[in-house]
């Protein structure tokens, strides 16, 4: 039987290790892109057009300065700061509210109601965007940060609405209720119960309405010219009529990366939370 | 009166939930909704407590009308099925939450938690979180919830459905004597016969949205006014046998033998019991007694099963034909198949309406 075990073990170990493997070569497959643009933006010119490419060599920030200094990214990375954590922040609670609405109460013809919500959704964006040019300019948002919050908001909220709508029915009714009867308004009973429920939730839905918005680019390039342009815009710019500054783009490529990874890591706890609530109940 | 229900109905768009709810409910008193799933039941508590309003009437508690008023100005504990505890707090945060709502000194707080936490045999458990206790020790922990601000009035919504028997049995009793120790009025809704008729001082059974009996639980036992009520109270449930006028005034039964013992008086006592044309002579199964050899003035039966309880013994059988009648003896040496004589003490019988 000894014999039989150790077998069995051994074959245990070989199966592991045959997994570990494939799974290392697909990470590997999947990483290597960001690896590609975390070295090319800190190879020269020089270095980055030779072939077969280099894996070793002294890194530069050559890209990194020209993109500050000639491209307008510090500018950029401020609109992009400013517009997107506002259009977030703004998505979040108007379409928190909406689904709280949408989920708790006896409305009429509430499913009409969100599945209009969600329509906004459904239309491309690039349908929108003569409108929404002439109505910037006869507003005089054109090439304002504003416009682009005011259009991050519109379409972040259907995804918060449906998103939070979920997570708020998970939360079961009489814990609202008891709330109610302890002493608290509905509003103190959301504040104080509700709230700290949804946090998970609250969370993941943010990263990904705030990944979206950090990355659109169709919008912020047509609706913007110089004054409010977007990170997605100055990495574009990389890519010239006669030729593609691989090293200009994967500096941009950097920046605008790193915020996202940072927020990531931050709301990590949460995530992995929010974004496997509802797949087991408690 | 402690709470006063008048005339409130509830209706969910064209469904009547509850139609036309009344009853007055003394301080101090215990008082059960008992009755099927979608009896309106549980619509009706939650009107009480101001979560759902009533499409018409009025709701008073101390002669107060809150019919339309926020469940926070009700003065009112509740008990959920489901607990309603807040996940995210540990037991002691659980059981300040309503002080802590009501802004009182952290001190005043502290001790209050302390006590009521003492008394429910949760003082243990105050640091834990709501998932990581039992099911009973949480329903111990929502009581405390409730007891610890000193409610006027307790409602609580069938909260022992999710612990197993014999957690049930014991809450069942704790609950009965805390709520009369500390003299709180408490409404107590439930699907469970049992329940109803251990711990209430008064039960109203409902049925689709009306209260068909309110009265005391031997009363409800003794002289159930409907077959709902009879069949619904009592297991196994009372022997109804379906009985009209003939003529003369005299009832007729399919045993004969019931018509002619039912007391004169009984008519009166339930004078809507025949209002529809029939109506039904009943009899608790307890109160048949079984012999067998068939004396004077006793019916035959044919027995059909024997299960043997061990505390009593249920005898199935059928009369007069094809009437089946459940008897509830302590011990019988009678077979299936025997034929044996039933007797009937004109006091157990009763007049029911269909």
Not at chain 2, 278 to 291: C, D, M, N, Q, T
Request: glycine content about 8%.
């Amino acid at each position: 039987m000894a014999a039989t075990l150790a077998e069995h073990r051994a074959r245990q170990r070989r199966a592991a290790a045959l997994y570990w493997a494939l799974a290392l070569l697909a990470t590997a497959f999947f990483f290597f892109p960001v690896f590609w643009m975390f070295a090319s933006a800190f190879k020269s010119d020089a270095v980055s057009s030779t072939y077969p490419p280099v894996f070793l060599f002294a890194p530069s920030l050559e890209n990194f300065a020209h993109l500050f200094t000639e491209a307008g990214a510090g500018r950029a990375l401020w609109n992009s700061f400013f517009i997107v954590t506002l259009s977030t922040l703004l998505a979040m609670i108007a379409g928190t509210m909406a689904a709280y609405a949408l989920a708790r109460f006896d409305l009429r013809g509430k499913n009409t109601l969100a599945l209009e919500i969600l329509s906004i959704r459904m239309l491309p964006p690039i349908v929108s965007v003569i409108p929404l040019f002439m109505i910037a300019r006869w507003l005089g948002v054109f090439d304002t940060p504003w416009l682009l919050i005011a259009v991050y908001t519109l379409t972040g909220l259907p995804f918060v609405v449906w998103i939070m709508r979920v997570f708020i029915q998970d939360i079961p009714q009489s814990v609202e209720e008891a709330a109610m009867i302890d002493g608290c308004g509905r509003i103190e009973a959301f504040w104080r119960v509700t709230l700290p429920l949804l946090l998970p939730g609250l969370a993941a839905t943010m990263v990904i309405v705030f990944m979206f918005a950090w990355n659109e680019f169709l919008l912020a390039s047509l609706l913007t010219s110089s004054e409010a342009k977007t990170l997605p815009v100055i990495a574009a710019n990389a890519i010239k009529p006669k030729a593609i500054a691989f090293g200009l783009a994967c500096a941009a490529g950097v920046v605008m990366s790193v915020p996202v990874i940072v927020l990531v890591l931050m709301m990590q706890k949460y995530l992995v939370q929010g974004l496997t609530l509802g797949a087991v109940k408690g | 009166m402690s709470v006063q229900i008048i005339n409130v109905e509830k209706a969910f768009g064209s469904h009547r939930v509850v139609r036309g709810v009344s009853v007055d409910i003394a301080d101090g008193e215990f008082f059960v909704m008992l009755g099927p799933s979608g009896c309106g039941k549980t619509t009706t508590l939650r009107m009480v407590a101001g979560l759902e309003l009533p499409t018409s009437g009025e709701i008073r508690i101390q002669g107060r009308n809150v019919t339309y008023e926020e469940p926070r100005h009700r003065d009112i504990a509740m008990a959920f099925q489901d607990y309603g505890l807040y996940p995210h707090l540990s037991v002691r945060g659980n059981i300040e939450f309503p002080l802590k709502v009501r802004r009182e000194d952290p001190a005043t707080r502290m001790r209050k938690v302390e006590e009521v936490a003492e008394k429910m045999g949760i003082h243990h458990l105050l640091d834990r979180k709501p998932g990581q206790i039992s099911g009973g020790q949480r329903q111990r922990v929502s009581l405390a919830r409730a007891l610890v601000r000193n409610p006027k009035v307790f409602l609580m919504d069938e909260p022992l459905s999710n612990l197993d028997a014999k957690l049930r049995a014991v809450m069942r009793t704790e609950i009965k004597k805390l709520v009369t120790e500390l003299g709180i009025t408490t409404i107590y809704v439930t699907h469970d016969q049992v329940e109803a008729m251990s711990m209430a001082d008064r039960i109203a059974v409902m049925k689709d949205g009306d209260m068909v009996q309110v009265a005391s639980p031997l009363e409800m036992y003794e002289r159930p006014r409907t077959r709902f009520v009879a069949e619904f109270i009592g297991s196994p449930a009372m022997n109804l046998l379906p009985a009209r006028p003939g003529s003369g005034g005299r009832l007729t039964c399919e045993i004969p033998v019931l018509a002619e013992l039912l007391p004169e008086a009984e008519l009166a006592l339930n004078p809507a019991a025949l209002a529809g044309g029939a109506g039904f002579v009943g009899i608790r199964p307890e109160h048949l007694s079984i012999a067998e050899t068939p004396e004077k003035g006793d019916f035959v039966a044919l027995v059909d099963l024997v299960e043997p309880l061990g505390q009593t013994t249920n005898v199935h059988l059928r009369a007069g034909g094809e009437t089946r009648i459940i008897a509830v003896v302590d011990r019988t040496r009678a077979q299936p198949g025997d034929t044996v004589g039933i007797s009937v003490r004109s006091d157990s019988l009763r007049l029911v309406a269909a």
